[in-house]
């Protein structure tokens, strides 16, 4: 059967399989993204050979980290990096004494090679963020200085790796030159977007332009030698500023990577498997313990520098899973590494993905979520509103896409100074204008929605009602 043809089958199963096992293991409280690697593992090479991996899976896969990497600099690294010496010093310390614990115990067992040390050595931001986000830290001093050190720890580790698989003095100056092209270029390519679009005035332009330089930074990244991936969370953190007001296009963004590429990355993780075997299951184990002993103990030490939780920081700076196996797919592709060392390497990375994040769950709790309860509709609308979130006329705009954004709201309410609702302000009016012009315009300068005035009374399903029809 033609290539292209069964690359259609693959592809829907394996979308269909991972999102199942996504939900799987959410349900389990368990880091969901481990469910499609083991799903990959499970129909590939590695134990039943129900699908094998061919150059277009390959190719749409690896579109996942590079997307996912793009919005994880947008917004897990672009929204609060701030670093000062302690940070560095932690970071570097982080790094070394796993590096010299995993770099022994691969010599020992005659496995050793510096190309896979690296990813075992780095911390993964993207699952940090999420384990913060869980226990309502995230934004306290204490969770941003985890956050800080495993940023760090994650930047030099990659830099580390792109170093000794380029050991051409020309491919290494050809990255120089890439990083600070994609630095420097950074605010013309937030200016270029701003000027398609006020220009084009149609979203799906917009849109389809960020997706073009996403992918075409890529490919002059990989001309010159570095990870496609690496250069979109660079490119993500440059625009960070661009994405902070346009809450539409990071929501495009969330569905055609969160819903499609992501899934298909981690799902195809596992297809680059060779055979699971006892020895390759051995050398996993042994692995494992020598990551999580030495990713612990240098965490749990360097929290005595910043002053801070010794368990909690020891336990966030050691979680992985993501930009890691990333880096052994570039190398596995490169012909750097063998599929045998992959195979082992990447096993081990899954059991620390899973192991550290239960182990933060059994000491303070499961994620801090909301409980959904059933809601009877002849209720008065008093007793479901929880919060008023409400702006005035004296408030800028700049505020208004703040507070819309951290409530993740489309529409706020602008009240009187008697705390009377007078008309709402939604992001399709927000849209409408220049985001230069939000800091010196206030709520009442633009053209505000009308707003329908309800009793606190009436029933729940009267208000659902009146949404419907209006």
């Known amino acids: 059967m033609d290539t292209a043809v069964t690359s259609l089958l693959y592809l829907g199963v394996l979308l269909l399989a991972a999102k199942l096992m996504e939900e799987l293991f959410g349900r389990l409280n368990l880091v969901r993204f481990v469910g499609p690697i083991l799903m990959g593992i499970i129909l590939g090479p590695g134990l039943l050979n129900l699908v094998k991996l061919n150059d277009i899976v390959s190719f749409i896969a690896s579109l996942g980290i590079v997307f996912l990497l793009f919005l994880a600099g947008a917004e897990e690294i672009g929204e609060r990096f701030n670093v000062d010496k302690k940070d560095l010093l932690t970071s570097l310390i982080e790094i070394i004494i796993p590096l010299i614990v995993i770099s022994l115990t691969l010599y020992y067992l005659g496995m050793f090679d510096l190309v896979i040390v690296i990813p075992l050595v780095m911390t993964s931001v993207g699952p940090l963020t999420r384990l913060l986000t869980d226990i309502g830290i ?52 937030a200016k270029t977007l701003e000027a398609v679009e006020g220009y084009f005035k149609v979203r799906e332009v917009e849109f389809a332009t960020i997706i073009s330089i996403i992918l075409i930074v890529g490919f002059f990244a990989d001309i010159y030698g570095f990870n496609s991936a690496i250069a ?167 505020q208004v896409v703040n507070l819309m954004n951290d409530k993740r709201v489309r529409a706020l309410v602008v009240v009187n100074e008697g705390m009377r609702p007078i008309s709402a302000i939604t992001t399709a009016t927000l849209l409408e204008i220049d985001p230069a012009y939000y800091e010196r315009l206030n709520v009442c300068d633009v053209g505000l929605e009308d707003v329908e005035i309800v009793s606190e009374q009436t029933k729940v399903i009267d208000v659902l009602r009146r949404f419907r029809e209006t």
């Open 232 to 398: 979109a969370l660079f490119l993500g953190f440059l625009l960070r500023d661009y994405f902070a007001d346009r809450p539409h296009l990071r929501e495009r963004l969330h569905a055609f990577t969160y819903g499609f590429f992501e899934p298909l990355f981690f799902v195809s993780i596992g297809l680059y498997f060779v055979r699971i075997t006892p020895q390759l299951l051995f050398l996993s184990v042994a692995l494992f313990l020598a990551v999580i002993t030495s990713k612990f103990v240098s965490g749990f030490l360097m929290a005595k520098v910043h002053n801070i939780d010794l368990i909690l920081n020891g336990i966030g700076t050691s979680v992985k899973g993501g930009v890691d196996v990333s880096l052994l797919i570039t190398a596995l592709s490169s012909t750097l590494i063998s599929q045998f060392q992959y195979s082992f390497t990447t096993l081990t990375i899954t059991y620390v993905a899973l192991f550290f994040p239960l182990i933060f769950r059994l000491k303070y709790g499961r994620p801090k979520t909301e409980t959904k309860k059933k809601l009877n509709l002849g209720i008065p609308v008093k007793e479901v509103v929880e919060e008023k979130v409400f702006i005035t006329c004296g408030d800028n705009l700049r």
């Open 138 to 189: 995230a934004k306290e001093k204490l969770g941003i200085k985890i956050f800080n050190q495993s940023v760090l720890n994650e930047i030099i580790s990659i830099f580390t790796f792109s170093i000794i698989t380029h050991l051409s003095l020309l491919q290494l100056i050809g990255t120089v030159l890439l990083v600070i092209l994609i630095t420097v270029s950074g605010k013309y390519i």
